[in-house]
C-alpha cells in the first residue's frame, strides 16, 4: 500500500491555517500564451500500457495525430492547446478514473465535499474506483473544524490506492447558488490544486468540471475559469487535462479554451 501523504493548499483569501502550506508563486501568465493546435482530435486509447504523447508537430498549428492514454474512452474526441513552449492542454471527453499517464508523477482532481468521505457524481466514482483505502486515508486528513477536512477552495492530497492515476487531489467547489462569492471560490480550488500538485512533483494532472454538476455551476462561466486559472501555471506542468464525460460540458469547454488561450 502506498505510503499516505497528506498536504493543504490554504485560499488566497485568509482562513485558519490547520495544515501545512507552501507558499508558491504562480508562473506569470505572460509566459502562457497558447495557441490551438487541434480542436478534433483522434485519440487512441490503451488502458493498460504506460503511455503519453506520440505524434510529430511540425509547427505550433499542426495537428497532433494520436494521443495515447491510459482512458476509457475508446473514440473519444479531443482538442490539445499549447499553454507554452513545454507545456500542453488537453480537453478530453472520458472517464477520470480510467485516466493515467503511466508515472509516479500524475494525478486526478477529485471534486469533492468539505467531510472528503465520497459522494455523488465523480467523487462517488473516484472513491468507489479507488477502493476503501481512499476513504480510509481520507478520513485521517485532520479536521479544519469540525466535520471539515476540506474547506471550500482549498486543496488536498492522497494516494491514488486503486486508480490507475498515482495520486489524487481533493477539493471543494463552490455551490453556484448558495456561495457568497463562487468565482473566487471555483478559481482557488483550481489554484490550489496545481499549488498541491507543484509542490508534490506532479507533472500531469487531470481535472474535471469542478462544480459543473449537482452544484449548479453554469458550464460556460466554469471553463473559462478553469482554463484562465490553468494558464497562471503554463510552465509548471508537462500536461494539464480536462477529462469530461458528457458531450455538451465537452463542446464548451473545447470552445472556451480557444477563446481564452488565443488571447495576447
Known sequence: ????????????????????????SSSASASSRATLISSNLAVKISHTAASGLSSSILSSSRVITTVSSSMAASGGEGAVFNLSDSSLLK??????????????????VNPANERMLGGGGADGAIHRAAGPQLRAACYEVPEARPGVRCPLGEARITPGFNLPASRVIHTVG?????????????????????????????????????????????????????????????????????????????????????EVLQKA
Do not use: Q
Open 174 to 258: 463552490p455551490i453556484y447558488d448558495s456561495a457568497v462569492n463562487p468565482k473566487e471560490s471555483l478559481t482557488n480550488s483550481y489554484r490550489n490544486s496545481l499549488r498541491v500538485a507543484k509542490e508534490n512533483n506532479i507533472r500531469y494532472i487531470a481535472f474535471p468540471a469542478i462544480s459543473c454538476g449537482i452544484y449548479g455551476y453554469p458550464f460556460d462561466e466554469a471553463a473559462v475559469i478553469g482554463i484562465s486559472t490553468i494558464k497562471e501555471f503554463a510552465n509548471d506542468f508537462k500536461e494539464v487535462h480536462f477529462v469530461l464525460f458528457a458531450d455538451d460540458i465537452y463542446s464548451v469547454w473545447v470552445n472556451k479554451a480557444k
Open 1 to 24: 500500500m502506498r505510503g499516505l501523504l497528506f498536504i493543504c493548499a490554504v485560499r488566497s483569501v485568509s482562513l485558519p491555517r490547520l495544515l501545512h502550506s507552501s507558499s508558491i
Open 91 to 108: 480537453i478530453l471527453k472520458g472517464d477520470i478514473t480510467k485516466w493515467s499517464i503511466g508515472a509516479s508523477s500524475d494525478a486526478i
